[in-house]
């Protein structure tokens, strides 16, 4: 027989494009991942939109009893794939780096149209009387939907599908029944049922359909649907197409059955040539052609092209889109049925708009104060209209987005278009971040007085005032400060302070180069470990160093964690004792009980105070990447601060350190997120020294917990050249590692170039070697490690990465 | 700094009995003969080896304070005894190690205190009835040279105190003594790295007991009949009218080398060198781990860049006829 090629027997699963489909965003809490889940069930959709479409049909659900359920089904069903982060408020800063993904589980969006039609009507229903009419039958005789009294509210107690071919029921667990929108225990009127009938009739898998009620017992009904599935002819291969230009193919408004022969005839052949016209103009699509030719290997098998073959080739081919993340794209009309090659229309998702819209504090849409070009500089190119929208895309939109700290709630949320039915319009919600904050808080410390016992003079009210104007001009530049007492009453004793502003794309907003620039002054104090003894030498007296100074530098990125830091710092090093008291020596306890004072100077200019200015530069060129949460590749960090001359004494001097670390993976492993970490050799190795004017408080110091482990900061020396050697050895356990890790770090005989011989005075052995295990839980590691120099182990709990 | 006094007539020598005094002005004159009218004796040693009893011994007066049980000396000591125009010098020292470590605080400290004076001989005090030699013996004796330049063992006499002993049984006294000098001698020379032709450590036995067996001149006498003192003071004698040239302690000698001075002039060229070699090349490497990022773009960036970029890469739409 001539095949037929007749478009009034496609097979239509899904084409109408809502025109008011505003989908409605999942929501996410901050900090949460949600994957998004780009498959979700494709299959589901298809009758329950033809439903929808009838409009005007009340019908309830039991999955909507509640609100939340409720959310999660306009999420499910949005058809649109929605992304949002959260931020907590406030303080941007802290909030970020966690970040959150959120999908509403997009992916058939096409076949979720008149979603807002569809809410309203869940929303009436939710009102509806819950009470049903007793159905009034005489049980046990199916009675056939049309006779049913149109007045009477039915409630059904289960769906049967039967196949009328083989007359049995088919399986509970057959694709057929997700076309039923009926549910057990759902209510119905006798117009509903019809309407659920015309929707299986139309919706093209079947032939013919009836449907009847069974009455039972309880004043319930069972639904009986009867079908005979369509079937066309044996088709040997499969052919896809990319129809999103092209005008969707409309159900012929003639009716067959009343032309003549001859007109049939004429009708069919125009119908025929406008198909083979379509299938020429059609945009190849991205699918890969092994995909037809595993879905034509399988369909020469088939005897004949059923419903279910048709909508297996439409899950497979849907199921690359989605895999793939291309999450709107979607198999929309099956053509050339009855003959050796069948067509699969698909329409991919391409974007035909990209909005970026801010929203209020109520989510309404108004003015930014944000520049646009920052956002715009921040998308991905796969989102700009021309691309086929991609999750992934949207992810990293998202991700830079939110990278940039300056909102606190951002969507990227696809939406079909109203103008073309086949496009994709890609919408960004952001919800900026209050510009000016400022916080102040205070708290009362109880400090023991000169009894002992705390006293009224000894509560001390203490406390911080912050404040931060971020995105000045829009451009993202911010304004922080910070100023920190303990004792408000005498603040001059202890003060806090950082103020900072930061200047990014200093080289033009428009510049794919960029360039930040941060100009701060600050205050630290910390600890020397310098001044620290060695074993058996505890009795070290501290001594404190002071910084406080003004910082400018430029900031330049390469890759995500590359970076290119240089800028000039002027600073004021003051060296204090226990008391506050300015000191000028490192000092130490002798054996005898004497306070000796002569140790080796704690300035370079002596006085216990240093000006100093110098330049500094900082690369770091970091390759590595994330296997399953845990590093693989190598870093290499040079650093070099260079006098200038500027400050006390003239000092002149280039103290650089390099340090390269590789992560070596032993085994590969498959990536997921249920799989452990792969077998890891770490590598360390730290050389550093300094040429020329040396303070005591700028000397390399060994031993700690990122120079060498088992040992104090600084209980191995304080020297002007140092060489520290590191391997671990990673081995995965369950999701988490194990390692094991040997440790050497040496003064290179350099201890005595530093002024008064610190590691001397101290009695420090100027290098060591130690080795250990331990076991990494979270954040935690938790390792024991064996000092080789006194031949003893400790057991310590420490935060965060070594390397 | 120092305790130390105006220097007094040596009344000491008197009370020496007289083939001693006798030894001594011999020796002295052998001293005036060599034009030498000033001696200065630096004694170092651990801590309780009778460095003080040995100073005490030579002047012939109690100038140090001793006690059996203790160290007595905290601080450095200098004792001046003039004698018909010469002056000898005596400089006491506290010991040398504390706990088990050597002291260089204390060394420094010592150093600090001689600052412009010029040492002729280095008495190294140990006693004789010890028995090893041990690490800390190595550490001093490096810690001394360190202080002071190897050259101080160049000018150093090995005094062994308590010599007045009875060797363990089938060991002659002289034996004994020769193994044991010879240990510690060797010992020193190992560490300080002595060359060939280097003469000998001279090794001088002290007893400095007041229960030191005596001769029949009154003069104290050791085991094997030989009168200590006056050979002391003939090494001291034959060392400062030897060759090797006595230690100035000066400034700089005390402050070492400045490390902070070393290379200084060489550093905008450090500089220069890391911005061409080091920072340089990472800036380049990195823009090229920028660039290798681009093309190494996840699949579902090729495919969805796929149709604008290359067009030809999609397969061309088959047409079938029927």
Not at chain 1, 186 to 196: N, P
Not at chain 1, 445 to 455: A, E, Q, V
Request: charged share 20%; net charge neutral; hydrophobic share 35%.
């Amino acid at each position: 027989m001539v095949s037929m090629l007749n478009p009034g027997l496609d097979l239509r699963i899904c084409q109408r494009h809502a025109r008011n489909a505003h989908a409605s965003p999942a929501v996410a809490s901050h900090g949460n991942i949600n994957p998004l889940n780009p498959t979700s069930e494709t299959s589901l959709g298809m009758v329950q939109k033809t439903t929808a479409s009838k409009g005007g049909i009340k019908f309830s659900t039991p999955w909507r009893s509640s609100g939340l359920a409720a959310a999660g089904f306009m999420a499910g069903i949005s058809g649109v794939c929605a992304m949002q982060v959260f931020s907590g408020g406030g303080n941007g800063c802290g909030g970020w780096n966690g970040g959150g993904f959120s999908g509403g589980g997009g992916g058939d969006g096409g076949f979720w149209h008149d979603i807002l039609q569809h809410i309203l009507l869940f929303a009436n229903a939710e009102d509806v009387d819950r009470n049903y009419d007793s159905h009034g039958l005489k049980i046990g005789s199916p009675v056939s939907v049309t006779k049913l009294k149109t007045d009477k509210r039915y409630k059904i107690t289960g769906v049967d599908l039967r196949d009328a071919r083989s007359g049995t029921n088919i399986a509970p667990d057959d694709p057929f029944y997700e076309l039923v929108t009926m549910k057990p225990g759902g209510i119905f009127t006798a117009a509903q049922f019809q309407a659920e009938l015309d929707n299986l009739t139309n919706c093209g898998m079947f032939e013919r359909v009836t449907m009847d009620a069974l009455p039972q017992s309880d004043g319930t009904v069972r639904m009986q649907v009867t079908f005979a599935e369509s079937e066309w002819q044996h088709s040997e291969s499969v052919r896809c197409l990319n129809v999103s230009s092209l005008p969707q193919t409309k159900p012929p408004e003639v009716d067959i059955m009343s032309l003549t022969e001859v007109e049939r005839e004429t009708f069919m052949k125009q119908q025929e040539s406008d198909y083979k016209e379509r299938v020429e103009s059609a945009k190849p699509v991205i699918l890969p052609s092994e995909v037809e030719r595993e879905i034509s290997a399988w369909l020469k098998q088939e005897a004949r092209v059923t419903a279910r073959v048709l909508q297996r080739i439409r899950d497979q081919i849907q199921k690359w889109y989605h895999d793939q993340g291309f999450a709107c794209a979607q198999v929309v009309n099956f053509g050339n049925l009855n003959s050796n090659e069948i067509v699969c229309e698909i329409v991919e998702g391409e974007i035909t708009k990209l909005v970026v819209q801010f929203q209020d504090k109520m989510g309404l849409p108004c003015e930014g104060n944000t520049d646009m070009r920052i956002v715009e500089r921040e998308l991905p190119k796969q989102l700009q209209p021309g691309y086929i929208f991609n999750i992934e895309a949207g992810k990293k939109a998202l991700r830079t987005i939110n990278g940039l700290g300056l909102f606190s709630n951002i969507e990227v949320n696809p939406r079909p278009d109203e103008k073309d039915e086949s496009g994709i319009v890609v919408e960004i919600k952001l919800k900026e971040l209050d510009q000016k904050t400022a916080e102040v808080s205070t708290e009362w410390s109880i400090t023991p007085g000169s009894s002992g016992w705390p006293s009224l003079s000894s509560i001390q009210p203490g406390g911080s005032v912050t404040f931060e104007h971020r995105n000045i001009h829009g451009l993202n530049r911010s304004l922080f400060g910070n100023v920190t007492s303990s004792n408000l009453l005498n603040p001059q004793d202890d003060v806090g302070f950082k103020m900072e502003y930061v200047h990014p794309y200093l080289d033009g907003v428009d510049n794919p180069r960029n360039r930040v620039l941060k100009g701060s002054c600050f205050n630290s104090r910390k600890l020397s470990p310098v001044f620290t003894g060695g074993p058996g030498f505890d009795e070290v007296p501290t001594v404190w160093v002071d910084r406080a100074g003004l910082k400018a530098n430029i900031t330049e990125n390469f890759t995500r964690q590359s970076k290119f830091t240089y800028g000039l710092v002027f600073e004021e090093v003051t060296t204090r004792d226990e008391t506050s008291a300015i000191c000028t020596n490192g000092c130490r306890t002798l054996p005898s009980g004497a306070f000796s004072m002569d140790g080796p100077p704690t300035t370079l200019s002596g006085t216990g105070m240093d000006r100093v200015g110098f330049f500094q530069a900082n690369i770091t060129r970091d390759t590595t990447s994330f296997k399953n949460g845990t590093p693989v590749g190598a870093r290499y960090i040079f650093q070099v601060d260079q006098g200038l001359c500027v400050g006390s004494k003239h000092p002149l001097f280039n103290r650089h350190q390099f340090t390269a670390t590789h992560f070596v993976q032993l085994k590969k492993v498959e990536e997921g997120a249920k799989i452990g970490p792969p077998s890891v050799l770490v590598l360390h190795g730290r050389y550093g020294g300094c040429i020329g004017d040396l303070a005591a408080y700028d000397a390399f110091t060994l031993g700690g917990p990122y120079s060498v482990r088992g040992y104090n900061m600084g209980e191995l020396g304080a020297c002007r050249r140092i060489l520290e050697l590191a391997g671990e050895l990673r081995l995965p356990i369950l999701k988490t590692h194990t390692y094991g890790f040997v440790e050497y770090g040496t003064d290179l005989g350099s201890s005595k170039d530093v002024r008064g011989n610190p590691t001397e005075y101290f009695r420090r052995a100027g290098g060591g070697m130690s080795y250990g295990v331990g076991v990494k839980l979270g954040l935690i590691r938790a390792e024991y490690a064996q000092d080789c120099n006194t031949g003893s182990g400790a057991l310590f709990v420490r935060f965060g990465e070594r390397f | 700094m120092m305790a130390s006094s105006q220097p007094r007539e040596w009344t000491g020598l008197q009370q020496f009995p007289v083939a001693t005094q006798n030894a001594l002005h011999a020796l002295l004159e052998k001293l005036r003969k060599e034009d030498v009218n000033s001696l200065t004796v630096l004694v170092l040693g651990k801590g309780g080896v009778g460095k003080s009893s040995t100073v005490n011994s030579l002047v012939g007066e109690r100038v140090a304070a001793v006690s059996a049980f203790q160290s007595e000396t905290i601080r450095t000591v200098m004792c001046s005894r003039v004698r018909a125009g010469f002056t000898l010098n005596i400089i006491d020292t506290p010991g040398l190690v504390e706990g088990l470590f050597v002291n260089d605080h204390a060394l420094d400290t010592i150093r600090r205190s001689l600052l412009n004076k010029t040492i002729d001989v280095m008495i190294y005090v140990d006693r004789l009835d010890g028995y090893r030699v041990d690490n800390l013996d190595r550490q001093v004796v490096r810690a001394i040279a360190r202080s002071f330049g190897p050259q101080i063992w160049k000018i150093a006499v090995l005094g062994l105190t308590h010599a007045q002993l009875s060797p363990p049984d089938g060991i002659s006294y002289s034996d004994f003594v020769e193994r044991r000098s010879n240990a510690l001698i060797e010992m020193i020379q190992k560490e300080v790295v002595f060359k060939k032709g280097d003469p000998q450590i001279p090794i001088a036995l002290i007893e400095n007991s007041g229960r030191c067996s005596t001769n029949s001149g009154g003069e104290k006498v050791l085991p094997d009949g030989s009168v200590w003192l006056p050979k002391l003071v003939e090494h001291i004698v034959d060392i400062a009218t030897g060759s090797a040239e006595p230690i100035v302690i000066d400034k700089k000698l005390i402050d070492g080398p400045n490390p902070n001075k070393r290379g200084r002039v060489f550093v905008p060229l450090i500089f220069l060198f890391q911005y061409l070699f080091i920072m340089k090349p990472m800036v380049y490497l990195m823009k090229r781990d920028m660039e290798s990022e681009v093309r190494r773009r996840p699949s579902w960036e090729v495919l969805a860049g796929q149709k604008e970029e290359s067009p030809s890469a999609v397969e061309p739409v088959q047409t079938e006829e029927y």
